[in-house]
């Protein structure tokens, strides 16, 4: 069939023509991807309160664990523990391998540091819950003299921390900073003038502050505040003048109350280190001011050392150390949670070493 030629013409015509096309908005709609739903907006998260930064930096173990009693040694199970949880000391003795070799002629001292290394090494990391610290209490006749292995008997926790900080300080494994200076000066009355003799000052050190109990109503802050008066002791024609010093400032104050002292038993017809049995109030805090500060400082009570019983040989010993805020009783094996009230309470009643570490800012 043959199309005429009118027909030809406007078939081309309409195929070559261009196609209407919308806006250049309507255009870049069509090239565009179709808009997602709308996300539902989640609620904003509470921001959580920032934590505060400790007041000390304390890398001791995160538990208080027992010490078996290996015959009459609550005495250094008490001071151990109290270490064991002072910070300086776990700072160093955390390390697996100590930095500071002791000469091979200090026998002694490397056998109690290496022994005390390993105790602390097998506290910070058993999952027991408690600990035999025989190789500690084998090393006892070395620390102290007195001491016989084969007929044990009650000793001072005292004696026993001032030993091992002593051993600690002299081969600088620690900073010597529970200590201070005790002012000694003498005084001379010449033709009722008082001449004061320089050469005559004398700065002894001390590693504790031990404190008379001079009656009952007494509080550790009051008899540190006693102490830092000028005591006068006439002597002759001489005057002694002595007097606490902070010097250099300390960061740690071990605070030793004098609780026995010695009486005639008529009984027995010997002398006896009798137990005092007055109350001294302690507080979890202490406003200490030296003589060179400006200001008071902050102490903080992480540990104490308590005695119960009426003598130093009869007695018995444990510990009270505060954790991430909270006091445990450490009693030989048993560990008891215990309030702070009842800390402070039974640390007031028969508390016999005080440990206190300065507060950071």
């Given at each position: 069939?043959?199309?005429?030629?009118?027909?030809?013409?406007?078939?081309?015509?309409?195929?070559?023509?261009?196609?209407?096309?919308?806006?250049?908005?309507?255009?870049?709609?069509?090239?565009?991807?179709?808009?997602?739903?709308?996300?539902?907006?989640?609620?904003?998260?509470?921001?959580s309160?920032?934590?505060?930064?400790?007041?000390?930096?304390?890398?001791?173990?995160?538990?208080?664990?027992?010490?078996e009693?290996?015959?009459?040694?609550?005495?250094?199970?008490?001071?151990?523990?109290?270490?064991?949880?002072?910070?300086?000391?776990?700072?160093?003795?955390?390390?697996?391998?100590?930095?500071?070799?002791?000469?091979?002629?200090?026998?002694?001292?490397?056998?109690?540091?290496?022994?005390?290394?390993?105790?602390?090494?097998?506290?910070?990391?058993?999952?027991?819950?408690?600990?035999?610290?025989?190789?500690?209490?084998?090393?006892?006749?070395?620390?102290?003299?007195?001491?016989?292995?084969?007929?044990?008997s009650?000793?001072?926790?005292?004696?026993?921390?001032?030993?091992?900080?002593?051993?600690?300080?002299?081969?600088?494994?620690?900073?010597?900073?529970?200590?201070?200076?005790?002012?000694?000066?003498?005084?001379?009355?010449?033709?009722?003038?008082?001449?004061?003799?320089?050469?005559?000052?004398?700065?002894?050190?001390?590693?504790?502050?031990?404190?008379?109990?001079?009656?009952?109503?007494?509080?550790?802050?009051?008899?540190i505040?006693?102490?830092?008066?000028?005591?006068?002791?006439?002597?002759?024609?001489?005057?002694?003048?002595?007097?606490?010093?902070?010097?250099?400032?300390?960061?740690?104050?071990?605070?030793?109350?004098?609780?026995?002292?010695?009486?005639?038993?008529?009984?027995?017809?010997?002398?006896?280190?009798?137990?005092?049995?007055?109350?001294?109030?302690?507080?979890?805090?202490?406003?200490?001011?030296?003589?060179?500060?400006?200001?008071?400082?902050?102490?903080?009570?992480?540990?104490?050392?308590?005695?119960?019983?009426?003598?130093?040989?009869?007695?018995?010993?444990f510990?009270?150390?505060?954790?991430?805020g909270?006091?445990?009783?450490?009693?030989?094996?048993?560990?008891?949670?215990?309030?702070?009230?009842?800390?402070?309470?039974?640390?007031?009643k028969?508390?016999?070493?005080?440990?206190?570490?300065?507060?950071?800012?």
């Amino acid at each position: 069939m043959r199309f005429p030629f009118w027909l030809i013409t406007l078939l081309i015509f309409i195929d070559c023509a261009p196609l209407k096309r919308g806006n250049d908005e309507d255009e870049n709609l069509l090239q565009r991807p179709k808009p997602s739903a709308p996300e539902t907006p989640s609620a904003p998260e509470t921001p959580s309160a920032p934590e505060k930064p400790p007041l000390f930096a304390d890398h001791s173990p995160n538990r208080v664990i027992g010490l078996e009693n290996c015959g009459s040694t609550c005495f250094m199970n008490s001071a151990l523990q109290v270490l064991i949880h002072t910070p300086i000391i776990a700072d160093y003795f955390t390390q697996e391998k100590l930095p500071v070799v002791v000469p091979a002629d200090k026998t002694r001292d490397h056998d109690i540091i290496e022994t005390f290394h390993g105790l602390y090494q097998a506290y910070a990391t058993t999952n027991l819950s408690v600990l035999r610290p025989q190789d500690m209490a084998n090393l006892l006749p070395s620390v102290m003299f007195q001491y016989d292995n084969n007929n044990r008997s009650q000793e001072d926790a005292e004696e026993y921390v001032s030993k091992i900080l002593e051993i600690f300080t002299e081969n600088k494994l620690i900073l010597d900073v529970f200590s201070g200076r005790y002012r000694n000066t003498i005084e001379q009355d010449e033709k009722n003038k008082a001449k004061y003799i320089q050469d005559r000052i004398k700065f002894e050190p001390f590693g504790s502050l031990q404190f008379e109990i001079p009656g009952s109503g007494h509080s550790l802050a009051e008899l540190i505040e006693i102490s830092q008066r000028e005591e006068i002791t006439d002597i002759g024609d001489k005057r002694k003048l002595e007097i606490y010093e902070f010097a250099p400032k300390p960061a740690y104050l071990m605070l030793h109350l004098k609780r026995f002292k010695f009486e005639f038993d008529r009984n027995t017809k010997v002398m006896r280190l009798n137990k005092i049995q007055t109350e001294v109030k302690v507080s979890p805090e202490l406003k200490v001011q030296a003589i060179q500060d400006k200001t008071p400082r902050t102490f903080s009570l992480y540990g104490v050392v308590i005695h119960q019983g009426s003598s130093l040989g009869s007695g018995h010993y444990f510990a009270l150390v505060k954790k991430h805020g909270n006091w445990f009783e450490a009693n030989d094996s048993q560990v008891i949670s215990r309030t702070e009230v009842q800390a402070l309470e039974e640390s007031t009643k028969n508390g016999y070493l005080f440990f206190y570490r300065e507060e950071t800012q």
